[in-house]
T-cell receptor, first 115, second 113 residues
């Protein structure tokens, strides 16, 4: 079974530029998560989708971050404009069904460096 | 590669010994607790979880203990192997559907051959 796919693997941008990350979850997984992991810290949930609907985006900085999952499968996370403090690894995870008590599987992440 | 474990507390264990990784959680309303293992350059990997109505759960070579009185969680790894070297995170959530999972700071486990 293929895992959660993320691209790009690494990205370096200048502050105030825009960037987008892509995630393809495990086939059939209804729930998709985006996490931000700053170096030396645990991941922080940014947004959670159930199919193509948002379940929780309370920790998403909505003035600069946006995410979508239009067809309930792939998802993109965008930052516009980026700040230096956005430098982190952005992790995508998916799980089979939120109500069915299943574990989340993580991708390898996209390492973003803002200079 | 990048170091997930930079500036994290480190536990050094001799290969073959047992490891105990501790975690203090913050929300007394949390209902599920999860341990994740994260190797350098990879995403977290689920190890084991436990519901708040239990105080112990065992898996393969791992045991999780939960003490709700003092909001403390521990992960015990039996016969630690070099492949166990990683950063370990505890996480808490209000429901087993993993809604709004809050991760702890993490502990770096270093296995000495």
């Amino acid at each position: 079974e293929a895992g959660v796919a993320q691209s790009p693997r690494y990205k370096i941008i200048e502050k105030r530029q825009s960037v987008a990350f892509w995630c393809n979850p495990i086939s059939g997984h209804a729930t998709l998560y985006w996490y931000q992991q700053i170096l030396g810290q645990g991941p922080k949930l940014l947004i959670q989708f159930q199919n193509n609907g948002v379940v929780d985006d309370s920790q998403l900085p909505k003035d600069r971050f946006s995410a979508e999952r239009l067809k309930g499968v792939d998802s993109t996370l965008k930052i516009q404009p980026a700040k230096l403090e956005d430098s982190a690894v952005y992790l995508c995870a998916s799980s089979l069904n939120r109500a069915r008590d299943t574990e989340a599987f993580f991708g390898q992440g996209t390492r973003l460096t803002v200079v | 590669g990048e170091s997930v474990g930079l500036h994290l507390p480190t536990l050094s264990v001799q290969e073959g010994d047992n490891s105990i990784i501790n975690c203090a959680y913050s929300n007394s309303a949390s209902d599920y607790f999860i341990w994740y293992k994260q190797e350098s350059g990879k995403g977290p990997q689920f190890i084991i979880d436990i519901r708040s109505n239990m105080d112990k759960r065992q898996g393969q070579r791992v045991t999780v203990l939960l003490n709700k009185t003092v909001k403390h969680l521990s992960l015990q790894i039996a016969a630690t192997q070099p492949g166990d070297s990683a950063v370990y995170f505890c996480a808490e959530t209000l429901s087993r559907g993993y809604q709004k999972v809050t991760f702890g700071t993490g502990t770096k486990l270093q296995v000495i051959p």
